[in-house]
């Protein structure tokens, strides 16, 4: 296997036995016998294309002879990030290929060959062969075509350009770029339970285009680099970009169904789903056995490692299990339509149906999904308004009556604070996370000891005597306390 921005493999011959004229005469033989398309030829060597396997994967082969020494290089073609030996496999069939014939020629006829074959040739100044390579400009080029639309790697490098300019406008936005606050991935579109279910079902889609720092950014554009080069050019165009949101939107109603309160962001859950269409592919004989074992245990590899890391804290693994079984769906779905190409009816109408069975049914979750804390979140934003009234009686101007003072202690306080206790009760019947209903319990504890030091106030002022300032200095103290348990604070002693 090869790894890189274009995998290829090389091969290095010293001449011993074969002048360079002989060699190039039998390798130009041997590459129009296993059906080679020949782009080049010249007195340096020549460029040939050699196509194989169902999808049509290409290898372009450079035959380079320079000073006694012949180079042979077969690089992948189109959006191939790895061979998986392939590479190799074409130059060592090609050497065989080689062996065999050299046997057949002698050097007379080779020699006769070259004479009738050399006025083909490209001129030697104008020779590509000849030419000094320039290994950082062809490997600048080669990352900048990772980022480019092409035929068969179309909407990939599209999506990819959306996860970075979506990166670098929240960094010029104020955003950290290693480890973004959550003020900032909310207001970019990240999922979020309370704010999804309350109508912003956008974020499901948006959180898909969002990263939670570089690191994450790198990783997925990795990912889906790979995934997509192999699956983009065997699903065509629309049934990569569609199964990409449809698998993001899937994952994204996962990981509502599964978290209660965290944020979630980042292309992994559709890129799950690549994945999962990908192994439904290799469960099939749609792709060559002999390519489907290697891949599979890639790809298996892939999923298992990371579904075990996602097993760790601050990681949405619901959205992983949510994009990588939308994705095996969507996999056995397409099936029937990847192997009859040629019926396009077939085909519009599997895109179709998957459309209407992903989002009715993603619709369908998301309607019934509980939102418990968007409803806790709504009635807490209530609690604030009323605290803030109640506590709007020590804000009273020095000359007020007694009489308005006790109008305010009893219908902004003593009122309101029954109203938040109340309130507070009421969320007992919600399905909130362990540390929401810790701290409810302590609020509620907050609320009692308000309501008791009102009551001490408003007997105070209705019996105008100092008697309960003692009592209402204990409860303070109480209250001052609880304010700093609250905030997670020591009480003071």
Same mark, same amino acid.
């Given at each position: 296997?090869?790894?890189?921005?274009?995998?290829?493999?090389?091969?290095?011959?010293?001449?011993?036995?074969?002048?360079?004229?002989?060699?190039?005469?039998?390798?130009? %033989?041997?590459?129009?016998?296993?059906?080679?398309?020949?782009?080049?030829?010249?007195?340096?060597?020549?460029?040939?294309?050699?196509?194989?396997?169902?999808?049509?994967?290409?290898?372009?082969?450079?035959?380079?002879?320079?000073?006694?020494?012949?180079?042979?290089?077969?690089?992948?073609?189109?959006?191939?990030?790895?061979? @998986?030996?392939?590479?190799?496999?074409?130059?060592?069939?090609?050497?065989?290929?080689?062996?065999?014939?050299?046997?057949?020629?002698?050097?007379? %006829?080779?020699?006769?060959?070259?004479?009738?074959?050399?006025?083909?040739?490209?001129?030697?100044?104008?020779?590509?062969?000849?030419?000094?390579? +320039?290994?950082?400009?062809?490997?600048?080029?080669?990352?900048?075509?990772?980022?480019?639309?092409?035929?068969?790697?179309?909407?990939?490098?599209? #999506?990819?350009?959306?996860?970075?300019?979506?990166?670098?406008?929240?960094?010029?936005?104020?955003?950290?770029?290693?480890?973004?606050?959550?003020?900032?991935?909310?207001? @970019?579109?990240?999922?979020?339970?309370?704010?999804?279910?309350?109508?912003?079902?956008?974020?499901? $889609?948006?959180?898909?285009?969002?990263?939670?720092?570089?690191?994450?950014?790198? $990783?997925?554009?990795?990912?889906?680099?790979?995934?997509?080069?192999?699956?983009?050019?065997?699903? *065509?165009?629309?049934?990569?970009?569609?199964?990409? =949101?449809?698998? *993001?939107?899937?994952?994204?109603?996962?990981?509502?169904?599964?978290?209660?309160?965290? #944020?979630?962001?980042?292309?992994?859950?559709?890129?799950?789903?690549?994945?999962?269409?990908?192994?439904?592919? $290799?469960?099939?004989?749609?792709? %060559?056995? *002999?390519?489907?074992? /290697?891949l599979l245990a890639s790809i298996v590899f892939f999923v298992g490692y990371n579904l075990l890391n996602g097993l760790k804290d601050g990681i949405d693994n619901a959205a992983h299990?949510?994009?990588?079984? +939308?994705?095996? $769906? #969507?996999?056995?779905?397409? =099936?029937?339509?990847?192997?009859?190409?040629?019926?396009?009816?077939? +085909?519009?109408?599997?895109?179709?149906?998957?459309?209407?069975?992903?989002?009715?049914?993603?619709?369908?979750?998301?309607?019934?999904?509980?939102?418990?804390?968007?409803?806790?979140?709504?009635?807490?934003?209530?609690?604030?308004?009323?605290?803030?009234?109640?506590?709007?009686?020590?804000?009273?101007?020095?000359?007020?009556?007694?009489?308005?003072?006790?109008?305010?202690?009893?219908?902004?306080?003593?009122?309101? @604070?029954?109203?938040? #206790?109340?309130?507070?009760?009421?969320?007992?019947?919600?399905?909130?996370?362990?540390?929401?209903?810790?701290?409810?319990?302590?609020?509620?504890?907050?609320?009692?000891?308000?309501?008791?030091?009102?009551?001490?106030?408003?007997?105070?002022? /209705?019996?105008?005597?100092?008697?309960?300032?003692?009592?209402? /200095?204990?409860?303070?103290?109480?209250?001052?306390?609880?304010?700093?348990?609250?905030?997670?604070?020591?009480?003071?002693?």
């Amino acid at each position: 296997m090869a790894i890189g921005l274009t995998p290829r493999h090389t091969e290095t011959i010293v001449l011993t036995d074969l002048t360079e004229k002989q060699f190039l005469i039998i390798a130009i %033989e041997t590459a129009q016998q296993l059906n080679w398309e020949f782009a080049y030829i010249s007195h340096s060597g020549f460029i040939a294309y050699s196509r194989t396997g169902k999808f049509a994967w290409m290898a372009e082969v450079k035959v380079k002879i320079k000073d006694g020494v012949v180079y042979i290089t077969s690089s992948s073609m189109g959006t191939e990030l790895v061979d @998986w030996g392939k590479n190799k496999k074409i130059i060592l069939e090609f050497m065989a290929a080689f062996d065999r014939l050299k046997s057949t020629f002698n050097s007379d %006829e080779t020699a006769a060959k070259y004479e009738a074959m050399q006025a083909s040739f490209v001129p030697p100044e104008q020779d590509i062969l000849s030419l000094p390579a +320039s290994s950082d400009v062809s490997a600048l080029q080669e990352l900048l075509y990772l980022f480019k639309p092409t035929k068969d790697f179309f909407f990939t490098p599209i #999506i990819i350009d959306i996860n970075i300019l979506i990166f670098i406008l929240m960094a010029f936005g104020g955003a950290n770029i290693m480890l973004p606050d959550n003020e900032s991935l909310l207001n @970019w579109g990240a999922n979020f339970k309370p704010l999804t279910l309350e109508g912003q079902w956008w974020r499901l $889609l948006t959180a898909c285009f969002l990263h939670i720092g570089i690191i994450h950014l790198l $990783l997925n554009v990795y990912a889906l680099l790979y995934i997509g080069a192999l699956l983009e050019p065997i699903l *065509g165009k629309a049934k990569f970009i569609i199964a990409y =949101l449809l698998t *993001g939107i899937a994952a994204s109603i996962a990981s509502l169904w599964w978290h209660d309160i965290t #944020i979630s962001a980042g292309a992994s859950g559709a890129i799950f789903g690549m994945y999962g269409i990908f192994l439904a592919l $290799l469960s099939t004989n749609l792709i %060559e056995a *002999g390519k489907r074992k /290697a891949l599979l245990a890639s790809i298996v590899f892939f999923v298992g490692y990371n579904l075990l890391n996602g097993l760790k804290d601050g990681i949405d693994n619901a959205a992983h299990i949510g994009g990588l079984i +939308s994705g095996l $769906l #969507i996999g056995f779905a397409f =099936l029937p339509s990847l192997k009859r190409p040629d019926n396009t009816r077939l +085909s519009y109408a599997t895109i179709a149906l998957i459309n209407v069975v992903i989002l009715i049914s993603s619709f369908s979750v998301y309607k019934t999904i509980p939102n418990d804390f968007g409803k806790y979140d709504t009635q807490m934003a209530a609690f604030g308004a009323m605290e803030e009234k109640a506590l709007s009686v020590f804000h009273l101007p020095p000359n007020t009556t007694n009489d308005s003072v006790l109008f305010a202690i009893k219908d902004n306080g003593i009122d309101n @604070w029954k109203k938040m #206790i109340t309130l507070l009760d009421g969320f007992k019947d919600l399905d909130l996370p362990l540390e929401v209903r810790t701290r409810n319990r302590l609020l509620r504890e907050y609320c009692e000891l308000r309501l008791q030091s009102y009551e001490l106030y408003y007997r105070a002022h /209705a019996e105008n005597t100092g008697a309960y300032k003692y009592q209402i /200095a204990e409860f303070d103290t109480q209250i001052e306390n609880k304010i700093k348990e609250l905030n997670g604070e020591a009480p003071k002693k």
